[in-house]
């Protein structure tokens, strides 16, 4: 269906994937299967805001989505204008072990709002 859409879209890439024909691209997709049991999501079933700061995180650790500069001024933007659950934030991402990571993170968007 993405493909159908003009998309380049990669289902679950492993790192020789990623190593031989991965490229991002204006349109490309990336389709993970997640486990929302332990993971937070909304009653909606939609993704949080916290789930998504602590996947992308993830991601771009695996796959050249963005550089790290893009992902420390996404985070900082989001602290700055959404209200985050810190505690479901660092949880989530002691689960996906990239806790030092989002903590960095969280401690610069923080350090640097106090600045504002």
Known sequence: MLRDAGYDAH?????RDIETTFAVRE??????????????VEES???????????????????????TAEFAALFRNVVRSERL???????????KRINRT????????LSQNADL
């Open 11 to 15: 289902r679950n890439p492993g790192k």
């Open 27 to 40: 349109k490309t997709a990336v389709i993970r299967i997640g486990n929302t049991a332990q993971s937070p």
């Open 45 to 67: 079933h939609y993704a949080t805001v916290e789930k998504v700061l602590v996947d992308l995180a993830c991601e771009i650790e695996k796959i050249p989505l963005m550089d």
């Open 85 to 95: 659950e810190i505690p479901a934030l660092l949880r989530y991402s002691i689960r």
């Open 102 to 109: 989002i903590a960095g993170q969280l401690d610069s968007a």
